[in-house]
């Protein structure tokens, strides 16, 4: 009998084990399947996904995700349309003079892409010095697809919400607006 063993007990080496995770390629994987018997070959993402409760978890993340994006293209168009009810009077002075819609309606998208792609670019450069900041061992990762994208969305709802302005400055009354400029 070993030392330190008592009858009956297993030592470590003849225990089987439950998982090994290696780093392998697809042919690696295909030697291991067919050399190796009685064994299940996962990747991680499935692994991960077969966890208890990971998609449910994922499910509420992903719903809170889109709540974000909505109340904050419901905060944009709100933004951009308080700053054009205070420009009314000068947006019926200008149609007063002969502006075009045409041209009011450039003015107002192109005032809400400037202040939109500016706001994007400094909390981009925000984001990425907070980055710089974290110590490594915070759990924070930036993929570039998921900045494009948030950027991307973010620049679609200040344009979508750029509209409503432009239905406010195309419903002003020229005269109304010289009235009230003049009170």
Same mark, same amino acid.
């Given at each position: 009998?070993?030392?330190?063993?008592?009858?009956?007990?297993?030592?470590?080496?003849?225990?089987?084990?439950?998982?090994?995770?290696?780093?392998?390629?697809?042919?690696?994987?295909?030697?291991?399947?067919?050399?190796?018997?009685?064994?299940?070959?996962?990747?991680? &993402? +499935?692994?991960?996904?077969?966890? *208890?409760?990971?998609?449910?978890?994922?499910?509420? @993340? =992903?719903?809170?995700?889109? !709540?974000?994006?909505?109340?904050?293209?419901?905060?944009?168009?709100?933004?951009?349309?308080?700053?054009?009810?205070?420009?009314?009077?000068?947006?019926?002075?200008?149609?007063?003079?002969?502006?075009?819609?045409?041209?009011?309606?450039?003015?107002?998208?192109?005032?809400?892409?400037?202040?939109?792609?500016?706001?994007?670019?400094?909390?981009?450069?925000?984001?990425?010095?907070?980055? &710089? +900041?974290?110590?490594?061992?915070? *759990?924070?990762?930036?993929?570039?697809?998921?900045? @494009? =994208?948030?950027?991307?969305? !973010?620049?679609?709802?200040?344009?979508?919400?750029?509209?409503?302005?432009?239905?406010?400055?195309?419903?002003?009354?020229?005269?109304?607006?010289?009235?009230?400029?003049?009170?």
């Amino acid at each position: 009998m070993k030392q330190g063993v008592n009858q009956g007990e297993e030592t470590s080496s003849s225990v089987p084990f439950n998982v090994i995770a290696l780093n392998a390629n697809a042919d690696q994987v295909d030697k291991i399947s067919t050399n190796v018997k009685d064994v299940e070959v996962i990747t991680q &993402k +499935v692994a991960i996904s077969n966890i *208890p409760g990971y998609s449910a978890e994922q499910g509420s @993340l =992903l719903m809170m995700i889109v !709540f974000l994006f909505v109340i904050a293209a419901f905060v944009l168009a709100v933004f951009f349309y308080v700053i054009t009810i205070q420009k009314t009077s000068q947006f019926g002075i200008l149609k007063a003079m002969g502006t075009k819609m045409s041209y009011l309606a450039w003015s107002v998208v192109g005032q809400v892409m400037i202040l939109a792609i500016s706001s994007l670019c400094i909390s981009l450069l925000l984001t990425f010095g907070m980055n &710089k +900041v974290l110590p490594d061992s915070m *759990p924070f990762q930036l993929e570039p697809s998921t900045i @494009l =994208l948030t950027s991307c969305l !973010f620049v679609g709802m200040s344009l979508l919400g750029s509209l409503i302005s432009v239905a406010k400055v195309a419903k002003v009354d020229a005269l109304e607006a010289i009235g009230r400029a003049g009170a």
